[in-house]
Every structure is written in C-alpha cells, then in structure tokens.
Antibody
Framework: EVKLVESGGGLLQPGGSLRLSCAAS????????MSWVRQAPGKGLEWVSG????????YYADSVKGRFTVSRDNSKNTVYLQMDSLRAEDTALYYC????????????WGQGTLVTVSS | ETVMTQSPATLSVSPGERATLSCRAS??????LAWYQQKPGQALRLLIY???TGATGIPARFSGSGSGTDFTLTISSLQSEDFAVYYC?????????FGQGTKVEIK
C-alpha cells in the first residue's frame, strides 16, 4: 500500500523558514518524480515544485522560485521542501504527491501539512 | 500558463441523478487532463487521467471525455459518497495547472 506522510508544518512569521518532509512507503521511491502541491484555505490547488527520481532535476512554480528548495533522500524514502522568506500568501496545506507515471498527474497524495504564515 | 476554468462552481444534484461537470483550458492540452475528487479529511483521489481513462479502483459511474480545450466529467448516478469537490488538472503544458473546482452538493 502506498503511503505518503507529510510533516513539519507550523505557524511562523513572515520572512521565516520551514522544512517540510514527506515520508513515502509502498513503492520504489527512487523510480518516481515527486511533487509538492498546496492549497490555501478555502481555495484551489497549486503545484509548487517537483523533483526527479534521482534528485538531479528540480522545478518550481514562479510563485516560489528562489525561495523554496526541493530535495530528496532516496535512502530514507523522503522528499523535502525547504521554504525560506515565507510570505502570508504561502499559507496553505502542503501535499506531497506521487505520479501515476511521468511527472505531473498524481495517483497518490498525502493528507497534507499546514503552514501558516502570520505576524 | 494554461488557465483551467471549471463550471459550474456548485452543482446541486439529487442522489441517483446524473452529474455533468465541465472544464475548459485556455489553450490546447491535448488529452493530458486529469480529474480528482476531494473530500474533507481525506486524501485527494485520482479519478480520470488521459481525459477518459479511469484510474485504478474507480467505479464505472465516473467517466471522462473531451480533448483539446473542452472536457467533461460525468457521474452517471450519484451515490452519497460522491458529494465532494472535483478538480480538473492539465499536464500537457508546463506548469501543471488546476481548475478552481466544482462542488457537487446534495439537492
């Protein structure tokens, strides 16, 4: 059974930093690109970042480029999202997602971890 | 980026009735279109990919159609567990983008 469990969310002030983690199990982790997708309270879904199976290729939405860094540790079956220079508009539930195939449509999602940026 | 527009925002349907949800792309996405279901407290669920292929374990009452810029998700006979928010998402053009969602509620 595929499982994705996010952690690391919290409440912090604008300008702060946070690192999210997503622990994966139930599939060959290194064989899949992984993505982070977020959902602001009461809003729709926004793709944030993706990373290749090897970790050698990373991609970001324009809204987070230069502030967020995605990485992975295939020995730990974990993908990370380092979030710096946080803004109020980054407040959201952050999901990690495994693609069905390729990169950008996802057949398994975690339950999400909430990040709240507020002064 | 490709803007995905879903309609209606809210659809009120009685159990057992048919629900038809629409999704329009601002430019062609070929058949690279997925539909997801979101229910409170549950993980997002992939329903349809490739515009019309049912994901693993998805009941046959869910079907998708369309290509290019216009897509439809049809739920042939709504069950109580189908009342949820549905999102379309294109993955043909970078970055991948989602529609704003259609809430299917009990009439």
């Amino acid at each position: 059974e595929v499982k994705l469990v996010e952690s690391g969310g919290g409440l912090l002030q604008p300008g702060g930093s946070l690192r999210l983690s997503c622990a994966a199990s139930g599939f060959t982790f290194s064989s899949y690109a992984m993505s982070w997708v977020r959902q602001a309270p009461g809003k729709g879904l926004e793709w944030v970042s993706g990373i290749s199976g090897s970790g050698g290729a990373t991609y970001y939405a324009d809204s987070v480029k230069g502030r967020f860094t995605v990485s992975r540790d295939n020995s730990k079956n974990t993908v990370y999202l380092q979030m710096d220079s946080l803004r109020a508009e980054d407040t959201a539930l952050y999901y990690c997602a495994k693609p069905r195939s390729g990169w950008y449509h996802w057949d398994h999602w975690g339950q999400g971890t909430l990040v709240t940026v507020s002064s | 980026e490709t803007v995905m527009t879903q309609s209606p925002a809210t659809l009120s349907v009685s159990p057992g009735e048919r629900a038809t949800l629409s999704c329009r792309a601002s430019q062609s996405v070929s058949s690279s279109l997925a539909w997801y279901q979101q229910k409170p407290g549950q993980a997002l669920r992939l329903l349809i990919y490739g515009a019309s292929t049912g994901a693993t374990g998805i009941p046959a009452r869910f079907s998708g159609s369309g290509s290019g810029t216009d897509f439809t998700l049809t739920i042939s006979s709504l069950q109580s567990e189908d009342f949820a928010v549905y999102y379309c998402q294109q993955y043909n053009n970078w970055p991948p983008t989602f529609g704003q969602g259609t809430k299917v509620e009990i009439k």
